[in-house]
């Protein structure tokens, strides 16, 4: 008798323990959301008032960094899971918002927006748009903020290797950029950027966003959380966004794009970097890997060659792009 009453006893704390966890879970990803539309939605009034959309990519940025602290324990100065997380994300962050701020101001202006800035609805569409990248890309770092504060959640060895993953995926985006900027600021030389990284990669700054997110998501997997799978959306979408989206990423710099470079004399000398060079992670040697493989592992794909129309074919007596 004593042995069912313990058993009961048991059974109703950890149903207790479960009903709070799941409280908090549902919380977490409540405000997250709750905080990315209204952030979102204050860019969009004042936008669509100023009709400008110069800081709609520094919105984003701190878009991501408002998350990054929505989670944060500042009483604890522990390098527990979430804290660690939290801070990588901050400096990945901080990164992309200083970044697109920088290119903003370099620009003057954004293309994608000069159909919509007009169309307050469809204008409205393309904010939350970007609110929902800002919330699917922070779904690994959501999902290790339901954890209870009083849950003991160490890092571990296998999560510190994680952690070193993250930091160097950011070392690879931060100079990647860097390169390719200081190559645009110095005059484009050659028509195509081949400094550091883009010797190895013809994109090696998405390279370096894919393997944040996916060590991102193995932090959130060892979490313990009971949504820990949900952490796996953060390198999904990123892969979606960079990868098959015909309008970001890679497609939207290749496939008709890359006209620039085949009407102009430096056609062949690209045609030749584009055979030797990974569309994504940087790698030595890739110009000797079979198409097949490159194909079915490597992300090279059909989508992102560049096919001239029927009348260019015809002037030039080429075929596709063969990788």
Known sequence: RNTRRRRRRATRRSQKQQIRINKQTMNTFALAGLVTFCFQFIGFVAAAILKTETFYDVFGGLNFLLLAFLGFDYTEATFDRLTVLSLLYFISRSWLLLFLAWRAHKRGGDSRFDAVIDKPPLFF????????????????????????????????TTGWILVGGFAFGIFLEVSSDIQKAVWVEAGRQGAFCRSGW??????????????????AAGIAFGSGSDV????????????????????????????????????????????TYRQQTSPLFPLIGYGSIPLPIKRVLLFEWERYEYRPSDKESTATSETPLST
Not at 129 to 156: C, E, F, H, K, R
Not at 254 to 266: A, M, P, V
Request: with cysteine; hydrophobic share 45%.
């Open 228 to 271: 820990w799978w949900l952490g796996a959306l953060s390198p999904l979408f990123t892969m979606h966004i960079l990868l098959n989206v015909n309008g970001t990423g890679i497609w939207n710099a290749e496939g008709k794009n890359l006209k620039r470079y085949y009407d102009s004399e430096y056609r062949q000398e690209y045609k």
């Open 198 to 215: 883009w010797n190895y990669s013809r994109h090696p700054n998405y390279a370096g966003e894919v393997i944040q997110y996916w060590c």
């Open 125 to 156: 569409v393309y904010w939350m748009i970007q609110g929902l990248w800002v919330y699917l890309i922070s779904m690994a770092l959501l999902v290790v903020q339901t954890v209870p504060s009083d849950v003991i959640n160490d890092l571990g």
